[in-house]
């Protein structure tokens, strides 16, 4: 996995370090989490959280706004270009893996894909405060 996120950021822009990156994956899976969900996610205060999410904020990756019923509450969001990077991103990273994996043969693609539906249930995270989806690592 670490193989991979690291292959995906490589190909956001060299300026966006692994806790943004987790951020804006996060963001795309949980659309309109507050500040602090992200933060705990990130396993980081609400200070440098704040700090990471100004940064895309202003690269335009991610907007931020209040809550409509709680002001003291911040929402977060991709905006288009922040989902547009992640996507390209994924897409060359899907080719990079069926370029690694070509030299397989049809049994051990067959186990292959045996071993992550066996692994999938394992790594899937918890559902997220109040969304009730579980994140899949």
Same mark, same amino acid.
């Given at each position: 996995?670490?193989?991979?996120? +690291?292959?995906?950021?490589?190909? /956001?822009?060299?300026? /966006? $370090?692994?806790? #943004?990156?987790? %951020?804006?994956?996060? /963001?795309? #899976?949980?659309? #309109? @989490?507050?500040?602090?969900?992200? %933060?705990?996610? *990130? ?8 700090? *990471? ?7 335009? /990756? ?5 809550? @409509?019923?709680?002001?003291? !509450? ?5 905006? @288009? ?8 991103? !994924? ?9 690694? *994996? %070509?030299? +397989? ?5 067959? %186990?292959?894909?045996? @071993?992550? #539906?066996? *692994? ?15 994140? $899949?690592?």
């Amino acid at each position: 996995m670490r193989a991979i996120g +690291c292959h995906m950021r490589s190909h /956001l822009t060299p300026e /966006l $370090s692994m806790p #943004q990156f987790r %951020a804006m994956v996060f /963001l795309e #899976q949980h659309p #309109q @989490a507050s500040l602090s969900d992200t %933060a705990g996610f *990130l396993g980081l205060g609400l200070p440098r959280t704040s700090k *990471l999410i100004e940064s895309l904020v202003s690269r335009e /990756l991610m907007s931020r706004h209040e809550h @409509a019923e709680d002001r003291r !509450r911040v929402m977060l969001a991709l905006t @288009a270009r922040g989902r547009e990077m992640l996507e390209k991103a !994924r897409e060359v990273t899907a080719g990079y893996l069926a370029r690694t *994996l %070509a030299g +397989c043969t049809d049994e051990q693609r067959i %186990a292959i894909n045996k @071993a992550m #539906q066996i *692994l999938r249930p394992a790594f899937s995270v918890p559902a997220e405060r109040g969304n009730g989806k579980a994140r $899949s690592a």
